[in-house]
Structures are given as structure tokens and as C-alpha cells.
């Protein structure tokens, strides 16, 4: 995307509307300020000082456009859900396509993170609510920890609080986590197909316990016919998919 | 047989890696590929990946039930896997890894909140286990050709069709903590970066190419590779 587009049209349209400048200067602003956050986001422009990408050498990333936007009264909920969701949206549909790879995931999860420095208070002050709270954990027996930090962070980027339980963990582990979080949707991840079969294990346990759960699974040798047979609800060979199925949620 | 290798010798060159994260060549933004020479850089001159091999003279193939016995210990090697060593004398068991350090820094650094460094130290763990192996290899088959002996290509538990779980009967032959590995009830090993399995030994087995279009597996690291 041209960055300087924005400024531009900010100028046409003052001088096709000129009674109304002020008002349609701050939403151009806004818009503006909300394209460009996306935009870093989406290509991994952390803050000022990030090299990458080299057309945006120099120029402010996501950390300090997400002040701006702030500062100008931008409300964060409305960052959230005008650029940083849909950036990390367009970031997992590239990487379900082939089109970008896990680093560059990984490199636009960090500029969200550094916008979402800023907008964390508001999440803790009840300001701005997550769409829901996500538990995830690699099952018992399994050590495995990249895939399911993968899907966490997406998932994080699609606007859910997450509960990463970490990796070893036990049926009771979850369910403790499901009662303190009530409400909350949980993913199982399993690599091996051992393993797999403590993941049988914990989604017949949780499903007797918690009738209503929604149990997403995953892994590298977990299938979609695996899900059905185990009475989980949903399989995705990549976090887009569980970012996709969570959307129908909440 | 026990060997050890410096990482050094082990990771392959920058481009290689990105290919390994999925970049065709000369396509991996530059913060990757800084990172990947950054990191390589660093376990250059911190480490050894070992491998440890031991060679049974004989073997006992099943062709009725697609068994490959080891002094008494059975392997239900599954049908692509027999298919390779059904001519096999001898037979070698192997363990490769690439220590626990290359995954503490992993974890380290995801911990932190570095998720890219963690997942490159990760993928060099991988390559590095993966490298440690084919040097093993190679080291059987120059070994193997000195008695006029060729070997198969090398077979993991969990790939081709072959149980994850015989890991269990594979790791009967080891000390325990062989190599500085121990396996869980899972069958997974520890340290993660670790590869187990076996290679076949014999006057009249071939080296080939994995049998990919036999296996399902459209994920497996090894389908479509050369050698
Ligand atoms: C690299 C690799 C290795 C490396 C590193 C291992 C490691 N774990 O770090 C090395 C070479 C050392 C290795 C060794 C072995 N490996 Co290996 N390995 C792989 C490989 C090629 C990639 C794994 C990986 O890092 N992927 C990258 C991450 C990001 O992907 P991921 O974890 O799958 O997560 C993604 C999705 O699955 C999904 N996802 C994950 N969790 C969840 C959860 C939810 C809720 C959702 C929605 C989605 C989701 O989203 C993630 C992002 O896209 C896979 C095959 C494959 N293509 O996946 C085999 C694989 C995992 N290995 C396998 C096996 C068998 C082994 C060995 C046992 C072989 C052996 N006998 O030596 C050993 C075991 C090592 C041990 N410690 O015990 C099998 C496991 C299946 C099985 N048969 O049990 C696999 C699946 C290959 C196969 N045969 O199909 N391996």
C-alpha cells in the first residue's frame, strides 16, 4: 500500500467540502492513522526503529501509531477491531495460501504486540472487551509447544484472551483452567499420533464434564476424521481455520 | 559406534534454512535470513550433536507378516518399510540428537516473547538432528563398505507407516540415557531434537529414495527428497 495515499485524499477533500473541513479531517485522520497501523501490522513494522520492511524505514510502525491513534481519541476498541484484527486476519489467510511463511507470521504477531502495549490497559480497566477467552495446551505426554503457540497468538490477534496452559497437560489441568474461566473455548494440540490418544482421552473427559464446551484439536497428525470420532467440535489444519470457526462463536 | 559432530558441521547454509521455513531461494525477508545467520552464527561454536549406532549381524525377516526380529525383539516395520529391508543381513539401530541446548534456547527465547528467534532456533534444532543423521549415515555406509556390505536408507518409528510407539522396543537395546536421551511413556524423546531408527545392512540391499507416492503422509519431511 502507498502510505502517502492517505495524506492525499486528506487534501482533495478539503478542498471539494470546504464547511466541513473539521469534521471530515478527523475522520480522514482516523481512517488514515488505522490504515497505516493495519498496514505495519500486517508486514511486521514494529516501531520507528524497524528496518523492515525497507519502505517503511524510518517511518513510525505500529508502537507509536497506536499512541497517535489513541491520543487523538481514537478508541481502542476500534483499533482493534478496524486494524489490528483485520490485520492479523489477512495475515493468516496469506499464511493458510503458502504466500508467507511462519517467520513473517511471527514478525507481524510482534507488531501487534507492541500496539497492543498501549492498548492492554483498557482491556484491564473493563474499557475494551475480548471477544471471549481461548485455553490452549499441548496434551499429556507431548512436549510440542510451536504449533500451539502459533495458533495462540493468532488467535490473540483475532481479538480472544488466551490461556496457554503450556506444554504436559494433564485433563485436570484443563478443567481447572475451564473453571476459572467460564465460558471459555478450548484447543487441544497433540504431534504425535501417541499422544494422540491422550487427546482422545482429555476431549472425552472435558465433553463429560462440560456438555457444552466447544474443543477445537490440532497438530500434525491430528485429521478432521479424528475430531469427529473423538466428539470434538472442530479440527483446522492451521490456526486460520480456528480463528475462522471462533468468528461463528462469538 | 558413537560419534559426535560440532554443530558447524551441520547446518547447512543460510538460503537452505529459509527453504527449511518454506522461502524458495532468495525470497526470505531480510530480518529471516539476518536472524538465521545470526543464530547459525551463534551455535557454530556451541555445540555437538551426537549419534550412536550398533550393528546386529543378524536379522530375521518375516515376509508373511512383515516383521523384522532383532535378538528376539520384533519390529511390525509395516509394508513400505519391510519392502526396503527385506533383503537386509544386518541391521543398524541408531539414535541421533542434537542436545538439549539448541531447544532451552528455543524455549528461552518464545518464553521471553520472542517468537521468531524461538521458532528459528527451533528449525536449526531440526536441521541439526537432521544433519547428525546423515553424517551417522554416511559413517555406517563407509564402515559397511569396508567388509563389502551396502546399507538402506535410514527408517524412523512414526514415519511410513511404522508405529511411533516401537520407539519403545527400539530403545530396549539402549542404556538407558544412551546418548543423553531418555524416551517417555509417549514415546517421545527427549531432548525433542532427536531422531531414532533403523538401517538395514546387507550384500544385497540398495540405497533408494523414500516410496513416497506409497504414503499418505503429504506433510513428511522426507517426501520428495533426492536421496
Ligand atoms: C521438524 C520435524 C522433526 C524435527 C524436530 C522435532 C520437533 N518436534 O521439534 C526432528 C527431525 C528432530 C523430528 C524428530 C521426530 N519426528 Co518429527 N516432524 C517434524 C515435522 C516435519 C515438522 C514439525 C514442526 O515443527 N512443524 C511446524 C509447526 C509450526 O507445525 P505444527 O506443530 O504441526 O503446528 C501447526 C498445525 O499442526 C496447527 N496446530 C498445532 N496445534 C494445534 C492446535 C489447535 C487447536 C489447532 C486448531 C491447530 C493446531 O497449527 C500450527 C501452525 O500451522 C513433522 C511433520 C509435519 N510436517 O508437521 C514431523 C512429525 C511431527 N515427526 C514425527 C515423528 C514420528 C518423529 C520422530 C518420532 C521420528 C523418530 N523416530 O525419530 C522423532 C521424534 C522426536 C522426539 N523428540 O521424540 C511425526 C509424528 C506423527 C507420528 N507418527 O507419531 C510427524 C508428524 C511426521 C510424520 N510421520 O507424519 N521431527
Redo the contacts with the bound molecule.
Sequence with gaps: MDLSTGTFYLFLTLVWYPGKQILLLQIVVMTDLLERISTCVEFGKVDIKSPYPPAMKGQEGAFELTRHALDKGVSPGDILEEALIPAMSRVGQK?SRNEIF?PQMLMAAKAMSSSMTHIKPYYLSGETKRRGTFI?G?VRGD??D???N??SMMIEGAGWEIVDLGVDVSTEKFIEAIEQHPGAVI????????T?ENMRKSAADLRKKFPDLKI???????TEEFCRKIGAD??????Q??VEYLKTLS | MRVSYPYKDLLPGIDALAGVMGYKSGTAPEPVTDLIAELSEELLTNGEARAEYTIFNHVRLDKVSRTLGVEGVVFNVKPIVFSQLKHAEGAALFICT?GQEV?MRSRRSMREGDLLRG?VY??L??EI??GAADKMQEALRAAAATTGMSITNRF????CGW??AE?HKLFSFFPDNYCGIT?TDS???????????IIGVGRNVKYEPYRCRQCD?K???YRGRKT
Design positions: 499464511f511462519v490452549i499441548t512436549l510440542h510451536i504449533g500451539k502459533l495458533v484447543g487441544l494440540s497433540a504431534l504425535l499420533t501417541t494422540m477445537l484439536v490440532g497438530g500434525a497428525p491430528v472442530f479440527y483446522s489444519p492451521d490456526p481455520g480456528a | 542434537a531447544g521458532y527451533d528449525v534444532g531440526s538432528a537432521e524412523s518409528p512414526g514415519y508405529d511411533v520407539q524416551l514415546a517421545l524423546m527427549n531432548p525433542v531434537k532427536s531422531v531414532s531408527g503422509d506433510n513428511c519431511i
